[in-house]
């Protein structure tokens, strides 16, 4: 079984600085990694996601990720965050394969205040 | 087109009712979930379902029985409803691994 740790509740940052929402995971078998976002009063969106290849991955609004496998992490990062970036940030994992159930963390709120 | 649509999105009602929630998705996939999602925005797996066939049932009370009548829809009914089942309900399905969310029901139990 996986289990996904979001060590940061909430991370509060001022507009235009960089941010970094920490992910770590635990599983005995080799994982697919997944970054969603929720912002207020909706449901949740893909941001990113890791299955193979090139460990950065990148989404279109400017947030990147990096699997690291020796520390079991996937942290989400971007240099320059926007007041429409404040939202809910859910990082999940769910073992090779995609078959077996998606474990969520408990969740990182961002606040960009300006 | 709406991919996964819930409905209602709001649902207030007392308590001992019994209120019903549906899900319908356009994408194709076999695999159907309902999450629910407490005040402390900590997602929690209720049910899922593979092609009409429960696959995950995770210790919910069965107050609450899902149904799928074909792979398309997945809804929820709750009876006798409790405080404690104020929450925001979602709806998902999945293709490999990744998840397709609903914009969610918000079920108020007074």
């Known amino acids: 079984a996986q289990s996904v740790t979001q060590l940061d509740s909430q991370v509060p940052v001022f507009e235009e600085a960089p941010v970094e929402l920490r992910c770590n995971y635990s599983s005995s078998v080799s994982v697919y990694l997944f970054w969603y976002v929720q912002y207020p009063n909706q449901g949740l969106q893909l941001l990113l996601k890791?299955?193979?290849?090139?460990?950065l991955v990148e989404s279109i609004n400017g947030f990147e990720a990096e699997f690291n496998k020796s520390q079991t992490s996937f942290h989400l990062r971007k240099p320059s965050v926007h007041i429409s970036d404040t939202a809910e940030y859910f990082c999940a994992a769910v073992a090779e394969g995609g078959s077996e159930k998606l474990v969520f963390g408990k969740g990182t709120k961002l606040t960009v205040n300006p | 087109d709406t991919a996964v649509s819930q409905t209602p999105k709001y649902l207030v009602t007392q308590m001992g009712n019994d209120k019903s929630i549906k899900c319908e998705q356009n994408?194709?996939?076999?695999?159907m979930y309902w999450y629910k999602q407490d005040s402390k925005k900590f997602l929690k797996i209720m049910f899922s379902?593979?092609?009409?066939?429960?696959?995950i049932n995770e210790t919910v009370p069965n107050r609450f029985s899902p149904k799928s009548p074909d792979k398309a829809h997945l809804n929820l009914h709750i009876n006798s409803l409790e405080l404690g089942d104020s929450a925001v309900y979602f709806c998902?399905?999945?293709?490999?691994?990744?998840?397709?969310f609903g914009e969610g029901s918000r079920l108020t139990v007074l």
């Open positions: 998902a399905s999945r293709s490999w691994g990744e998840l397709f």
């Open positions: 379902y593979n092609n009409k066939e429960l696959i």
């Open positions: 890791y299955l193979s290849g090139s460990t």
């Open positions: 994408l194709g996939h076999d695999t």
